[in-house]
């Protein structure tokens, strides 16, 4: 666009329209723009200027698309710096979208007005910097420097209201923003500017407590902790001293991997989504959901639709148990009351029947089975769907890795039938899996994701396979990981060197949770298939026949009591270990750390370029998504795509390549990971152009 900001002239107040759609971004033409038109202002004589954004949102923030690239002048602390030294008085009118440097210009102007709309915060910490054009220096002047910390270390959105009350906007308006601030223009008249810099100086707080805190809350990143630098600097030095020890800190994390991982999330996030079929189809009218199943799985998706809204009907094999899943979806509905996502409970039960009649399934729009992971049981299921559902019904399977193409087999109409795999707790996990099968209509793959976006939920697409993205990956990272315990490392070891990488957990404390019995049933049910030369895990399943299934049973890798909840290491598991070696002819020896977090890298990093091959899914930026958003990997890392263009996939080949001497079946090396490494390409390649 070559003027997203223009002026109109009304009575004698100069209005300044950002338009710059979608958001209103700070990129480097309206930076241009708006000095241009406060120039112009000044030069006719307006009495006053008022800022507004066309459309929704105020300003968004920088052009965050822009990040990366050398940045172009001007840049935004000097207009934020000329706004408040405007000779004319500024108003700026925030509303929608007030984020970022959005708030920054909003900051140095002289008087700030928010509609009803307004969702204001600096949101800069969750990008992997700090506010970069004096929202460390001007905030804390208007709200003290507690408040500021909260906003800025959380970056989280506050409304209008709080703000007045916060300090940060003076007056509330009930009107579009040009109005609003029209009105307020008349109402100061006369007052003249009153820039924020001349504010007294916010008072101490404790920064060093707030340091050590964010260091412990957001281990292993730069940006919250850096943030309570820069504030400290706004009570410690004169207002210009302060801007420099902002812009010095805001550069240092303009350079880090950290901004560049949590940028590649931001837009990997809304890549997603961006699909063929989404754009040449429109999704089916869901309107009713059925449920087939109220175990933990079925009950939290109840949940997650109830929540949403979305009546269910829920069926379960028997009364009993059908009144057992009710229980169990009322917990969870509570639960979002005490979370304070919700005010009532009774209402959102209204929306739920729990039956054991399957022909009340008949008139839902979409019906999901959550049954128990079995390929006779769920051909049962669908076979009576397929009998029952009314026609042009999405049926939906929320298996975790059974072939969706045989079960869609099973019914008369395999176009209408599409894998739904949640995540559990199904209600709070971000990930939905959506899993197109060979016969899965478009316009069914797009009610897919417009369900997943009704949810708030981050739906990724994935094609038929055992495990499909996220289970596949996780199987192969988790035999590594056996396998480096069978070599010597300890589970303690590597869950404490994963977590220190960024990991939410480790993937031993994982299997407790999730219960070493499934890991257990699973290793039964492929024994026949196994390759002579996978190795076994013995000492997880000599933990099972002792009956330690994890947390379930207070025992697993960990020991779990009420004094401690999170578990303990067990000195009897590394005996169990121990012996399992021995019997197994193997002399343990010792891993560092960072050869942990290499062999798990690289399992993920491996199979997933198998899974790109294969086309299970579409784009790496597919995976990313997925392991972030369903596996606890970091977002501040980008996801192990990202990762491994970061580490240079021509050393992880080089390392492949050592380890494959050391087990060549296990590390054999996916076709497209030397391909791209001979080629001297990267993964982030092949996203481009593959957004759509
Ligand atoms: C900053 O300001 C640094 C300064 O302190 C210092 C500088 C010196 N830039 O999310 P949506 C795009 S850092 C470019 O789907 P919603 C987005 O990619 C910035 N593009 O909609 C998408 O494009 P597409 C601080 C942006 O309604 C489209 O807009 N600000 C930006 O669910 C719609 O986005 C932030 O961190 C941007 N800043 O949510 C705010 N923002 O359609 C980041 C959005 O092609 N943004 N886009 O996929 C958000 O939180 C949400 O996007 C927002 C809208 C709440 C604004």
Request: charged residues 25%; proline residues 6%.
């Amino acid at each position: 666009m070559n003027n997203p900001v223009r002026l109109d002239l009304e009575n004698g107040i100069a209005v300044v329209t950002i338009d710059n759609p979608p958001v209103n971004a700070l990129s480097h033409a309206v930076r241009a723009g708006l000095l241009r038109m406060i120039d112009t202002a000044e030069a006719g004589g307006a009495q006053a200027i008022v800022l507004i954004g066309a459309g929704r949102d105020f300003i968004a923030g920088a052009d965050i698309s822009e990040f990366g690239s050398p940045p172009k002048e001007p840049y935004l602390p000097d207009l934020c710096r000329r706004i408040e030294k405007s000779s004319c008085p500024v108003i700026a009118v925030l509303h929608g979208a007030t984020l970022g440097g959005g708030l920054e210009v909003a900051l140095s102007a002289h008087y700030r007005v928010a509609t009803q709309t307004a969702r204001i915060g600096l949101p800069e910490v969750l990008l992997g910097i700090i506010p970069g054009a004096g929202g460390t220096q001007r905030l804390p002047r208007l709200t003290g420097a507690e408040a500021a910390l909260d906003l800025i270390t959380t970056g989280r959105h506050v409304t209008a209201k709080t703000a007045l009350e916060l300090g940060i906007v003076d007056h509330l308006a009930n009107a579009p923003p040009k109005e609003a601030g029209l009105a307020f223009a008349e109402n100061i008249k006369g007052q003249g500017q009153r820039p924020t810099s001349d504010l007294p100086q916010p008072d101490a707080a404790d920064f060093d407590a707030w340091y050590s805190r964010m260091e412990q809350v957001h281990r292993g990143q730069s940006a919250p902790k850096t943030a309570v630098r820069a504030i400290e600097a706004a009570s410690s030095l004169p207002f210009e001293e302060g801007l420099l020890r902002e812009r010095d800190l805001f550069l240092t994390l303009m350079d880090s991997p950290q901004r560049a991982g949590l940028i590649h999330a931001f837009f990997a996030e809304r890549a997603v989504s961006k699909l063929p079929e989404l754009k040449e189809t429109n999704p089916r009218d869901i309107h009713t959901i059925g449920i087939l199943g109220g175990g933990t799985m079925g009950a939290g998706i109840a949940a997650a639709c109830l929540l949403k809204s979305l009546p269910v009907t829920l069926v379960d094999r028997t009364r009993a148990a059908a009144d057992a899943a009710r229980e169990r979806i009322a917990q969870s509905i509570q639960g979002a009351v005490k979370r304070g996502k919700l005010e009532d409970a009774a209402p959102v039960m209204d929306q739920l029947v729990t039956t054991a009649e399957d022909l009340d399934l008949a008139d839902a729009d979409l019906i999901i089975e959550a049954v128990f992971e079995d390929m006779e049981t769920k051909h049962e299921v669908f076979a009576r769907l397929d009998a029952i559902c009314k026609p042009g019904a999405i049926l939906a399977t929320n298996t975790s890795y059974l072939d969706i193409n045989v079960i869609a087999a099973r019914t008369s109409r395999p176009e209408d039938v599409i894998g739904l795999h949640f995540f559990s707790p199904a209600h709070i996990m971000k990930l939905l899996e959506i899993v197109v099968a060979d016969k899965t209509a478009p316009d069914v793959i797009a009610t897919g994701f417009s369900f997943a976006k009704r949810l708030g939920k981050t739906a990724v697409r994935a094609g038929v396979c055992d495990g499909f993205i996220g289970n596949r990956i996780l199987s192969r990272y988790r035999m590594a990981m056996d396998n480096l315990v069978l070599d010597g490392a300890s589970p303690y070891q590597i869950d404490n060197a994963l977590t220190e990488f960024g990991m939410a957990m480790g993937p031993f404390a994982v299997a407790d949770l999730a219960g070493l019995d499934i890991a257990w049933a699973a290793r039964k049910r492929k024994a026949a298939s196994r390759t002579p030369y996978e190795r076994i895990p013995t000492f997880a399943d000599r933990l099972c026949e002792m009956g330690r299934f994890g947390r379930k049973t207070g025992q697993g890798f960990y020991l779990y009591s009420e004094k401690a909840p999170q578990g303990i290491p067990d000195p009897e598991v590394e005996a169990i270990i121990a012996e399992e070696r021995a019997k197994a002819d193997i002399i343990p020896r010792d891993f560092r750390d960072d050869e942990i977090v290499l062999r798990f890298m690289l399992a993920i990093v491996n199979e997933a370029a198998y899974i790109l091959d294969d086309g299970i899914a579409r784009r790496p930026l597919d995976i990313d998504v997925t392991l972030v958003y369903g596996y606890g990997f970091p977002r501040w890392r980008g996801g192990p795509m990202h990762w491994a263009d970061q580490a240079g996939l021509g050393r992880l080949l080089d390392s492949l390549h050592t380890l494959q001497d050391e087990d060549p079946h296990f590390w054999a090396i996916a076709p497209l990971l030397s391909r791209l490494a001979q080629s001297d390409q990267s993964f982030a390649d092949l996203n481009k152009g593959m957004s759509r």
